[in-house]
């Protein structure tokens, strides 16, 4: 397996030394890191009264973490299987940053739960006493069948860069990272025959990762749904989850295109046309979005159910700016950027990103919230902070935690394997590619 | 220089921790709640218990293992015992007929439950003035309707005199608490009567307890009278031989064969990948003897 020493520079910056900016950054996230550590150690120690959540919002901002998180690994996974089955030409530099979305955010979810659980020592009941009636174990079958298969596929796509740079004879690297990539890339040396074998598993994992992302992000929607709570209790909650999922996973493939391009200088891979071809892609899934959006809000707001006009009422008035940022801000502003040809420059394209991303967090967080602050039943003597939720400094910290981590382990991938996959680039439609 | 650098973001990275102990808040006294309350059970036993707590972020905490005095009397007090807080804040006393109860012109007893505090809570008491009532309750049929009477008297400068204006309540005990059944005013004569329904659930025999309470009174505290009889529906709460359904412990069928097929399907492909990836493995190993042999 060949490379020429400009591909191998470009898409490994960090593998061979490591910058200062690098240490620094990663040191900024460490400490981000650090302080969640002692909203942790705050929370074991006293419990969850340190966080917002009480009797009535027993899910708080973990919840809303999770499902926002969980959202950008399955978007990540239907991104990347997509463009990969459909051999979308301009994918090859993109498709790597989309599959490490996938994993690292996967890894990260979870965690928001057991921030959540009161009874962290009971959490082996669901594998020791699982009923397969309730949406909770489908949703733990799911994932870990998802992180199964989302590693595989990731690990097949990097097989041929780990041969790439086992064999490149100039690459000062320390002799474990040498040894890491021997056993990584399985022996690969690229004869037609191992070409043929890699090639068919990976559009089979491509096939699988889409046909999961679809499943397990809708599991997580029926957690919601299956429920009779006001505002969740929808038919259209799977595919509206699994429609917001790629929106927001489609905003931070941008980001992530942005910040990789402008930190590593890979303005000659990562041009102008993958900026817009992801942004259009953007804009339709935020007409899609905006559509399920608009068409569940409705439904809820003719059927006048009490506790669904209660509840629309809410978001309405107490709710009304986050409201109107999540659902008509976020939507139409990056489509209005992106729509006209004119805006479409690359700064403008990852602004638009940004708002999309934030506006399906706080999306999240309005569909979470304000329905446990709309409970059926009247309370006895009921005090606002019964009823209320805001989230408090540990959640903040924890929440911050884990954005770090998703940046550092992005980081750390950096340093042992390529941001954009070498055998991809340097095949010999490299120049169809960057057209 | 580059370790200069790295030394400095390490420092600034252990800051957080010393920067949010200086946000501590300081040490204040806790200023408890003290209540003080008379009970008096069906058998005539006679408690009286006090609790302690506190308010933090509007959550009422126990104060455990707290020793409280018990007085009665006004002008002269008289200390009637020394109890200590259970883990949920409470601590009582039975009033037995060797207690001394020191009573006023009218009949009526005062209690005084008294904390004296400590380094780091404030002292706090509780007073109640108690007369002692004597409530009884009758279950007839009355022409085959359930009927309960109810009567109370309270001793008055040595004479028994109806408890003429108070309220009752007539409760039967649920699963998770009382339901009320009706609540009377007694009468000139101090008692009042009322119907029973008919069809409230029982147990297996049809057995169910009535209860005649004074709650919370200002005067008598919290009295009760109660009687188990065969005035109830006869329950069967046998559970019933589990099916398959959501809500049993046996899934459907369709649910166990759909989520079978599913994932194994999915783990399939997966064992598809695998074994690719040991196919790779073995042709590069067959690759590699081969040219060892040319």
């Not at chain 2, 065969?230 to 069967?236: A, M, S």
Request: net charge positive; proline share 4%; glycine share 6%.
């Amino acid at each position: 397996m060949e490379a020429d020493r400009k591909l191998i520079t470009d898409l490994t910056p960090e593998i061979e030394k490591t910058s200062i900016k690098w240490y620094i950054t990663f040191f900024i996230f460490l400490a981000f890191f650090a302080v969640g550590i002692y909203g942790l150690y705050q929370q074991i120690d006293k419990g969850h009264i340190v966080t917002g959540m009480r009797d009535n919002v027993v899910w708080g901002f973990y919840i809303v973490n999770f499902i926002f998180f969980m959202g950008l690994s399955y978007s990540g996974a239907l991104i990347s299987g997509v463009l990969h089955l459909f051999h979308t030409g301009w994918r090859k530099p993109i498709i790597r940053m989309a599959e490490l979305i996938t994993i690292i955010s996967l890894i990260i979810g979870p965690f928001f739960i057991f921030f959540c659980i009161g009874r962290l020592d009971r959490l082996h009941f669901l594998f020791l006493y699982p009923r397969i009636q309730s949406p909770i174990t489908w949703d733990v079958i799911a994932i870990i069948t998802d992180l199964v298969g989302c590693f595989l596929y990731l690990y097949l796509s990097f097989i041929e860069d780990f041969a790439i740079l086992r064999d490149y004879p100039d690459l000062k690297v320390a002799p474990w990272k040498k040894k890491l990539y021997k056993t990584l890339s399985l022996g690969f040396t690229g004869t037609e025959q191992q070409h043929k074998i890699l090639s068919n598993a990976r559009m089979v994992m491509a096939a699988m990762v889409i046909a999961i992302a679809i499943i397990v992000y809708s599991v997580l929607a029926w957690i919601f749904g299956v429920t009779l709570q006001p505002g969740w209790h929808s038919t259209i909650f799977g595919p509206y989850f699994v429609i917001a999922a790629v929106f927001s996973g489609t905003g931070l493939l941008i980001i992530l295109m942005w910040i990789f391009r402008k930190i590593y200088h890979l303005e000659e891979y990562i041009t102008q046309r993958h900026f817009v071809n992801v942004g259009v892609l953007l804009t339709v899934i935020a007409a899609f979005y905006g559509y399920f959006t608009f068409s569940d809000y409705l439904t809820k707001w003719y059927g006048s159910i009490k506790m669904d006009s209660i509840l629309i009422d809410k978001l309405f008035t107490d709710y009304y700016s986050l409201f109107i940022f999540a659902n008509y801000i976020g939507i139409l502003l990056p489509c209005i950027i992106i729509a006209f040809p004119k805006f479409r420059t690359i700064p403008n394209i990852t602004i638009a990103a940004i708002i999309a991303v934030t506006a399906l967090l706080v999306n999240r967080y309005i569909i979470v919230i304000p329905t446990l602050e709309t409970p059926f039943l009247p309370i006895q003597d009921t005090r606002p902070d019964w009823i209320t939720y805001s989230p408090t400094w540990v959640e903040w910290s924890l929440t911050l935690a884990g954005v770090s981590v998703f940046a550092m382990l992005f980081m750390l991938v950096s340093k042992i394997a390529p941001i954009i996959s070498i055998s991809e680039m340097q095949e010999k439609d490299k120049n169809e590619i960057m057209k | 220089m580059r370790k200069k650098i790295i030394y400095a973001i390490l420092v600034l990275s252990v800051l957080p921790f010393f920067t949010l102990r200086t946000f501590g808040q300081e040490v204040t006294k806790i200023t408890p709640y003290v209540t003080l309350q008379y009970l008096k059970n069906s058998e005539s036993k006679r408690i009286l218990q006090t609790t302690l707590t506190y308010s933090k972020n509007r959550m009422e905490i126990p104060l455990q293992g707290m020793e409280i005095s018990l007085f009665t009397g006004t002008e002269k007090k008289e200390t009637i015992a020394h109890v200590v807080t259970d883990n949920k804040g409470i601590a009582k006393f039975e009033i037995t007929g060797d207690t001394k109860l020191i009573s006023d012109k009218s009949g009526a007893w005062t209690f005084t439950s008294e904390y004296n505090g400590n380094d780091s809570i404030d002292a706090g008491k509780s007073e109640i003035v108690i007369k002692d009532v004597n409530l009884e309750m009758s279950l007839t049929l009355v022409d085959t309707i359930k009927t309960i009477t109810v009567k109370a008297t309270v001793m008055e400068n040595g004479k028994e005199k109806p408890a003429a204006g108070e309220v009752v309540k007539i409760l039967v005990p649920r699963m998770f608490s009382n339901l009320l059944i009706s609540e009377l005013t007694l009468d000139d004569s101090g008692s009042a009567t009322a119907e029973f329904p008919s069809d409230l659930p029982g147990n297996k025999e049809g057995n169910l307890t009535v209860l005649a309470k004074f709650e919370e009174n200002p005067v008598f505290g919290n009295v009760e009278k109660s009687e188990t009889l065969k005035w109830g529906l006869t329950t069967d709460y046998s559970v019933p031989k589990s099916h398959r359904a959501l809500w049993t412990k046996t899934a459907p069928k369709w649910m166990i064969y759909t989520l079978s097929v599913l994932l194994t399907g999915v783990w399939g492909h997966y064992l598809f990948a695998l074994i690719s990836l040991i196919r790779i493995n073995i042709n590069a190993k067959r690759k590699a003897r081969e040219e060892y042999k040319i």
